[in-house]
T-cell receptor, first 114, second 114 residues
Framework: NAGVMQNPRHLVRRRGQEARLRCSPM?????VYWYRQLPEEGLKFMVY????????ESGMPKERFSAEFPKEGPSILRIQQVVRGDSAAYFC????????????FGEGSRLTVL | DAKTTQPNSMESNEEEPVHLPCNHS???????IHWYRQLPSQGPEYVIH???SNVNNRMASLAIAEDRKSSTLILHRATLRDAAVYYC???????????????FGQGTILTVHP
């Protein structure tokens, strides 16, 4: 049973470009979470999605960041007009239940903005 | 989620037991105690969780104080692969308010010496 798959694992962008990070949850999981880990810092919650719905985006920056989890296909975290401060590791997690059960994390996508 | 306090770092020798403490004096009655760990350059990995009683699984044991204001993660025989950052996290699973929105602190950096 494949785990949470994230791609790309490493992404390099120049300032002003767009970054798209993809996450396929574990089979049977319909709850997806995105977390960000800035260099030398802890993980911070960004957004929680269920299929076709954003449930909680309280951790998302107000501008340039968006997330979706369509009926078909992976969840996408999109960062428009990237800046150097966006350089971080972005982790996706999925769970089977909404309130219980462990979260399964992917190996992360590491974004570097030049 | 209520706040937890962990030592910044701990060291152990290979094949010796390791006791990782966590204080959570403001824990509420509906908070479960979760432990995750993050190996270098990887996403967090679930270790164990419990509510009141001590818990055991193939990875570790969780000892919970009677007043639930503290807990200890026990690795019975540390290996080099156990070197990671260990996070103690409270999650309100009964009240249903925190779903997968985990609050990661700084965690404890565990170093295992050969």
């Amino acid at each position: 049973n494949a785990g949470v798959m994230q791609n790309p694992r490493h992404l390099v962008r120049r300032r002003g470009q767009e970054a798209r990070l993809r996450c396929s949850p574990m089979k049977g999981h319909s709850h997806v979470y995105w977390y960000r880990q800035l260099p030398e810092e802890g993980l911070k919650f960004m957004v929680y999605l269920q299929k076709e719905n954003i449930i909680d985006e309280s951790g998302m920056p107000k501008e340039r960041f968006s997330a979706e989890f369509p009926k078909e296909g992976p969840s996408i975290l999109r960062i428009q007009q990237v800046v150097r401060g966006d350089s971080a590791a972005y982790f996706c997690a999925s769970s089977q239940g909404r309130y219980t059960g462990e979260l399964f994390f992917g190996e992360g996508s590491r974004l570097t903005v030049l | 989620d209520a706040k937890t306090t962990q030592p910044n770092s701990m060291e152990s020798n290979e094949e010796e037991p390791v006791h990782l403490p966590c204080n959570h004096s403001t824990i509420s009655g509906t908070d479960y105690i979760h432990w995750y760990r993050q190996l270098p350059s990887q996403g967090p990995e679930y270790v164990i969780h419990g509510l009141t009683s001590n818990v055991n699984n193939r990875m570790a044991s969780l000892a919970i104080a009677e007043d639930r204001k503290s807990s200890t993660l026990i690795l019975h025989r540390a290996t080099l692969r156990d070197a990671a950052v260990y996070y103690c996290i409270l999650r309100d699973e009964i009240g249903g308010t925190s779903y997968g929105k985990l609050t990661f602190g700084q965690g404890t950096i565990l170093t295992v010496h050969p």
